[in-house]
């Protein structure tokens, strides 16, 4: 693995622990946030770096210790991992999710229209992110047969939300309604990483998700971030969209979760 695809790989994993507790601890790195135990990536163990049976027996004890309250266990895999814990995992009935990682070097391609983007900020702005987030989580939740999709978005906007700052969010409106978001950050090490791609199905078409994906990338690099990572589902359709306009894949991000208690952890 080259240096610039491990920094891509750290910026992600920053983002995820933006508005979380971190802390190391028995050859792994928590992350946690207890208000929100439902969300699996604010609740995981990532650059593990147990590797022999004793120890990541020790690290599994003490992930049962932090993580007695959470509904779900969750694992983050890098490609120093140390096999041994990933194949322990699969051992234990984890169920493997991948994420597609994707950079961008150099510039943007394609035409951007003019539309109308404003940065999340008061109150009034955050419940409107809020209310375009609900509405979006909702509608693919309950698509996927989730019990309680409400309970989870909120969680989901929370989490969110204790991610800024230093993440900034974004509202394309349409005549002057929030109708797309996306976030921005300028990242570590000069690798920024845009985030959370979202447009209400009825103004998709029009170019408002390219014109937040300029606007994003032009955000994180006037604040000294030179490529910039997007992350997404590699068995989802806008891995194409980010391809066309210049990101290229770069590497599969691996975790592996299992639930734990009555509720359901949540990926995302």
């Known amino acids: 693995m080259n240096d610039l695809i491990r920094r891509a790989l750290d910026v992600n ?3 995820l622990s933006l508005g979380n507790e971190q802390f190391d601890a028995h050859g792994g790195s928590f992350v946690r946030n207890r208000e929100v135990p439902e969300i699996r990536d604010s609740n995981h163990v990532t650059r593990i770096t147990a590797s022999s049976p004793a120890e990541i ?5 003490r992930v049962e210790r932090e993580f007695a309250d959470i509904p779900h266990r969750a694992y983050h895999i890098y490609s120093d991992t140390p096999p041994a814990i990933e194949a322990r995992l699969a051992l234990e009935g984890y169920e493997r999710n991948d994420a597609l990682v994707m950079l961008l070097e150099g510039d943007l391609a394609g035409e951007v229209k003019d539309h109308d983007i404003r940065l999340v900020g008061g109150e009034d702005s955050w419940q409107a992110y809020r209310t375009l987030h609900m509405a979006g989580w909702i509608a693919y939740r309950e698509a996927a047969g989730e019990a309680d999709p409400g309970a989870a978005g909120e969680a989901m906007f929370r989490s969110r939300r204790a991610k800024s700052p230093p993440m900034r969010y974004w509202l394309a409106h349409v005549d002057g309604g929030p109708t797309a978001y996306l976030a921005s950050w300028e990242g570590l090490d000069g690798v920024g990483q845009v985030e959370d791609l979202y447009t209400q199905p009825e103004f998709r078409h029009r170019g408002l998700a390219t014109a937040l994906i300029h606007h994003c990338v032009a ?3 006037s604040r000294g971030a030179g490529p910039v990572v997007i992350v997404c589902d590699p068995d ?3 891995k194409q969209m980010y391809a066309a306009m210049g990101f290229r894949p770069v590497a599969i991000k691996r975790s592996y979760w299992k639930k734990f208690g009555p509720q359901r952890g949540i990926l995302s």
């Not at 027996?57 to 004890?61: A, G, I, K």
């Open 236 to 238: 989802g359709t806008p």
């Open 13 to 15: 994993q920053a983002y």
């Open 57 to 61: 027996d020790r690290l599994l004890v």
């Open 219 to 221: 955000d994180c690099r």
